[in-house]
């Protein structure tokens, strides 16, 4: 573990990590053991799609359909989230 | 002088006591010393509508604790309640009264999450602290069941002086386990922990080995779990900001019904608390006489109201100030600043140097 985890071929949220809307506060969080996550602008978009089915690719492909973003951009954006996503081990 | 009281913040997590009943008797116990009884205890039903006002104000963390959650029967239905609730439920445990079928069942109600404690590595060194023959064995094996069913898991393990010296065996052993984090609790000194203070304060270089160990398996990155670690009150410079601040993010339901700004709240005279029996969960949140009392600064004296970490550590443990300080408005001890600072220490040192007298255990 001395690295921190790659990004999974097809993420999903890891066990225990449950995608939930906040009414109160009205901010979409991930609630995991002794943590909650704010998902702030796209976030909750890309989080939706890891359902262990897609791969990072397609997840691009689909966010880039949403925003009227150069794919690049997006490809990078998506790309670091998972990334911190997967280090925290929120997704596997 | 006086100051309105801030408007109070949403809360996000709930500390429900289902019972105080508990199969082990673990010296280091935070709960009363005054336990409340089997028929005093909220019924599932009186649970649902707790969570869902809980929810309602803002609570997105509900951890369910004792007590043994297990030792009641209807603890799916209560599961079963959170999740409709739309809470995400952490089960706290020491797996007695749990097998795999519970255990099944409670997942299928929704169960987020499972905490399970451990009182030694050595199943002798942790039977005998938790009062109960075969227990280690038993939890190792609910450990196996719970990563078989694929639910998150963490493994607590409270630390004292009988326990501390194994803490590098210990982070293995819940590696080993499957666990997914490790958290290293020091012994909060309320209730029958406070009883058995004399018997459970590590010394300092107890503390200062432990935290190195612990440094050094996150350092080398050791194994794939996330270690939780905090340092000991009574060994610290500066407080910590208890549960976020009293009255800020957490509150706590006793067996019975009543609201606590803290599971500890109850050692300070004189509070007035208020029971989910009488009155709606956001009432007792915005005007509880208990959850007024500290919530804020405004409580506050010298040296805390001119500090600049007032609203960051919000003056520290009020439960501490009462045991240590006498007065539960004082600063905690665990502040360099607070004049009995030096005290809390000394009190320490000496604890740790006796010879540890027998445990009085949990209950008995």
């Known amino acids: 573990m001395s690295s921190p985890p790659a990004i999974p071929a097809r993420p999903k949220l890891a066990p225990g990590v449950r995608l939930h809307h906040d009414a109160t506060r009205q901010a979409w969080v991930l609630l995991a053991p002794e943590r909650v996550v704010e998902l702030e602008g796209p976030a909750r978009e890309i989080v939706q799609r890891c359902d262990g089915r897609h791969a990072p690719d397609q997840i691009i492909d689909a ?5 009227t973003a150069a794919r690049a951009e997006i490809a990078a954006d998506v790309t670091d989230l998972l990334a911190e996503l997967a280090a925290r081990r929120l997704i596997v | 002088m006086s100051t309105p009281p801030a408007p109070a913040p949403a809360p996000l997590a709930l500390l429900a006591e289902l019972t105080h009943r508990c199969p082990l008797a673990c010296p280091y116990c935070s709960n009363p010393l005054a336990l409340e009884g089997r028929e005093e205890e909220l019924q599932a039903a009186d649970w649902a509508r707790v969570f869902r006002e809980a929810a309602a104000m803002g609570v997105l963390q509900l951890h369910l604790s004792g007590g043994e959650p297990a030792a009641r029967r209807d603890l799916t239905e209560i599961v079963a309640a959170a999740r409709m609730a739309g809470l995400y439920s952490n089960l ?176 300070i005279p004189g509070l007035e608390f208020w029971s989910v029996r009488d009155h709606a969960l956001v009432e007792i949140w915005n005007h509880a006489p208990a959850f007024l009392a500290f919530r804020g600064t405004a409580w506050m004296g010298a040296p805390c109201r001119d500090c600049a970490l007032a609203e960051q550590d919000w003056g520290g443990c009020r439960c501490q100030a009462m045991a240590l300080a006498g007065d539960a408005a004082a600063t905690d001890p665990a502040c360099a600043l607070s004049p009995l600072h030096g005290r809390m220490a000394e009190i320490a040192a000496e604890d740790a140097q006796a010879t540890p007298p027998a445990y009085c255990y949990r209950g008995r």
């Open chain 1, 63 to 67: 966010l880039a359909a949403l925003y």
């Open chain 2, 92 to 267: 706290i445990t020491s797996a007695i009264g749990l097998d795999g079928a519970r255990l099944a069942a409670l997942q299928a109600a929704g169960l987020d999450h499972v905490q399970l404690s451990l009182q030694a590595a050595d199943a002798a060194d942790a039977d005998r602290i938790a009062g109960y023959a075969g227990a280690h064995a038993r939890k190792l094996a609910f450990a196996r069941q719970v990563t078989a069913l694929g639910l998150a898991f963490t493994v607590n393990i409270v630390v004292h002086r009988a326990n501390i010296d194994a803490v590098e065996t210990l982070v293995a052993l819940a590696a080993s386990l499957g666990a997914g984090r490790v958290e290293i609790a020091h012994a909060q000194y309320h209730g029958w922990a406070l009883k058995n203070r004399p018997s459970l304060m590590p010394t300092r270089s107890q503390v200062d080995h432990a935290m190195a160990a612990v440094e050094a398996i996150r350092r080398e990155g050791r194994y794939d779990l996330a270690i939780d670690l905090v340092v000991p009150d009574y060994y610290a410079r500066r407080p910590k900001p208890c549960l976020g601040g009293w009255g800020r993010r957490s509150l706590n339901v006793s067996p019975s019904g009543m609201v606590l700004p803290c599971h500890a709240a109850q050692t």
